[in-house]
């Protein structure tokens, strides 16, 4: 793919480029990206050139009447060919913002995603009220979750579990880069199979696989691109909830918490599997930003403070 301006849609006609600046580039990149229906071009291209020629977003802007050639160029071609073949920004960057924090992100993980961001706002809820001294994250991936509530508050110690020893690799290199390798220790288990009825944890949290397989078979081969048994949730989308859910009620304490993300069109069954595991609780349903059901919360009736 050669990355020469023409006189196409982005109305450059009357610009010459004899050598291809910063500018030029990003131009072309959008161009391209728009051809497969890139939703975010602009901000896309940008990303690409600043990863294939080592700049962070003030140098971009300042140098974008300079020439680029030589091996970034080269690159840049390879990561717009990536992206236009569908695969998510977020692998080739290998990294994506959640919780105004930087996490290191491969094909091995799920790519955290803002909707998940609201199991963060209510973990760190629950551990101002003192409600949660001993965490447990189920699921980890990227430890995305994990390291967000421990750099938010003053925990001491959480517990990442991931049946998926690749993706506990990522989770370990976040969490060195966060500095937060001595609060949270990393477990190869599926789910909270590895734990003894006598552990109890104040506050369990999890993002679990929940598309049904009719849902799942109509995603864009982009989003399939993901590790399937991190967004499958077998034949009702539920298999992994209430294995979850049954085995949580063995490792929660007497007033602890439990909140586990959704999907939204079955937040109604899986607040139901959530009753009949723990009669004695509070199940309420949290919606995120955009108004959907996103959360299922357990809680002890005794530990809910108005």
Not at 24 to 40: A, F
Not at 115 to 128: F, G, N, P, Q, R
Not at 200 to 205: E, S, T, W
Request: glycine fraction near 6%; charged fraction near 20%.
């Amino acid at each position: 793919m050669a990355l020469l301006i023409g006189n196409n849609r982005l109305n450059l006609k009357n610009q010459e480029f004899d050598q291809p600046t910063l500018r030029s580039l990003w131009l072309e990149g959008i161009d391209w990206l728009n051809k497969t229906s890139v939703s975010n071009s602009t901000l896309e291209s940008e990303l690409l050139l600043r990863a294939a020629f080592g700049l962070d977003k003030s140098r971009f802007y300042a140098q974008l009447s300079d020439v680029f050639t030589g091996n970034g160029l080269t690159l840049f071609n390879k990561l717009i060919q990536r992206r236009m073949s569908g695969e998510p920004l977020p692998y080739i960057l290998g990294r994506k913002e959640f919780y105004g924090l930087e996490f290191l992100v491969s094909k091995t993980v799920l790519i955290p995603r803002p909707e998940t961001e609201l199991l963060v706002d209510l973990a760190l809820h629950k551990i101002e009220k003192k409600y949660g001294s001993f965490i447990a994250d189920i699921g980890t991936g990227s430890g995305c979750l994990a390291v967000s509530i421990a750099t938010h508050s003053d925990i001491k110690k959480i517990v990442a579990v991931d049946k998926s020893f690749d993706a506990l690799k990522i989770a370990s290199q976040n969490l060195a880069v966060h500095g937060l390798s001595e609060v949270i220790d990393l477990v190869n288990a599926d789910l909270l199979t590895s734990f003894e009825r006598n552990v109890k944890f104040d506050l369990i949290v999890s993002n679990p696989p929940y598309l049904p397989d009719a849902i799942y078979q109509t995603l864009d081969p982009e989003i399939k691109s993901e590790p399937k048994v991190a967004i499958h949730g077998g034949h009702d989308g539920l298999e992994t909830i209430r294995r979850l859910v049954d085995q949580a009620s063995l490792n929660l304490s007497r007033h602890g918490v439990f909140l586990f993300e959704v999907f939204s069109d079955f937040s109604n069954e899986a607040s139901s599997i959530a009753a009949q595991s723990f009669p004695n609780a509070n199940v309420v349903i949290h919606n995120d930003l955009l108004g959907l059901p996103r959360v299922v919360e357990v809680s002890s009736i005794s530990s809910i403070k108005y």
